[in-house]
């Protein structure tokens, strides 16, 4: 593992995408355990994809699954296909199979969106209200946001040049992206931005290029939602595999 400081940002590149989940499962596990010292829980924002699946997995596994709070571990989902929970391409039904249905987590720890496949304007605010009923109507301040990065700049479900992307008021949206990737829900970054940690999940080659072009100067916010993940106040991570980060020393040498 190698580890690169860049402004507010830490850069850790592991050798491939089963080294990086397992540093991943270590850094959560440990931030869990230091949440609940703290404030007698854990606020956790996960993300959709592949790479956030071959995670849930470990959490789910010894050793991690015993060193999690569970009890004390609310998950919210920081964005959604607009699709009932048991179809194919819904986050949800992701995240259950790998991890919340494997965990010793209370039903009542799990922040879900609902409503999404038949009224997605309504599920978003719905979503922004339990956002604000548990953290007690103020901006919501997770302690770990977890995000995915797309090929072309996107994280959660803001992609470029969307009304997500600029959306500075509202905590949760709901908007239809294209034809390709239909209706999401998302949190917004008033929400990501808040957070004590956030923690980017990068792997595959396919990604390389995107990842040179956040770190460099001339990149655009709008045109790379990505780029915008600034925390106020808190800690923002970035786990690579050395694929991914291939062209990330051209970019910052």
């Known amino acids: 593992m190698k580890e690169i400081t860049i402004s507010n940002n830490d850069l850790f590149i592991f050798e491939d995408r089963d080294d990086l989940s397992i540093g991943a499962a270590d850094e959560i596990a440990t931030l869990a355990q230091e949440a609940v010292k703290k404030t007698g829980r854990f606020a956790l924002s996960l993300a959709g994809g592949s790479t956030p699946r071959q995670l849930y997995t470990l959490l789910a596994s010894e050793p991690w699954v015993k060193q999690m709070p569970w009890g004390k571990t609310h998950i919210f989902f920081g964005d959604e296909r607009c699709v009932s929970h048991s179809a194919a391409e819904s ?3 992701m995240i ?3 991890l919340l249905s494997k965990v ?7 922040h879900a969106p609902v409503g999404q496949e038949s009224n ?13 009923d548990f953290f007690g109507g103020q901006v919501p301040v997770f302690d770990l946001v977890l995000l995915g990065l797309g090929p072309e700049g996107h994280t959660a479900s803001i992609f470029p040049n969307s009304p997500a992307a600029s959306e500075r008021q509202r905590l949760v949206v709901s908007y239809r ?10 949190m917004t970054f008033p929400v990501i931005n808040a957070a004590r940690h956030v923690m980017f999940l990068v792997a595959g080659s396919e990604k390389q290029e995107i990842v040179g072009q956040i770190f460099s100067e001339a990149a655009n916010g709008h045109q790379i939602p990505a780029k915008l993940v600034a925390p106020q106040s808190g ?3 970035w786990y690579f ?3 991914a980060a291939e062209k990330l020393a051209q970019s910052i040498g």
């Open 235 to 237: 800690m923002l991570t």
């Open 241 to 243: 595999d050395e694929a």
């Open 104 to 110: 010793p987590i209370p039903k009542g720890n799990i």
């Open 177 to 186: 992206v294209d034809d390709e990737h239909g209706w999401r829900m998302t």
């Open 91 to 93: 986050n949800f039904k």
């Open 96 to 98: 259950n199979e790998a």
């Open 120 to 132: 997605p304007e309504q599920a978003a605010w719905n979503y922004q209200q339990q956002l604000i």
